[in-house]
């Protein structure tokens, strides 16, 4: 393997498979969405701030 390859496997380790998450009912998203398709929510954050925000 190359260094390259070693870095990306690495960093695809440490990412979540979803980037949004709504915060009414938990539903994870890939894209991040103005109100949520499942409950109507209008907090659709990304996952890696609400360390941050709570």
Known sequence: MSVFE???QV???ET???TYECKGCGKPFELQHQVCPS???F???RVDWSDITN
């Open 16 to 18: 979540p498979d979803h």
């Open 43 to 45: 907090r659709v954050e």
């Open 6 to 8: 070693n870095l990306r």
């Open 39 to 41: 409950c109507g929510g």
């Open 11 to 13: 960093f695809r380790s």
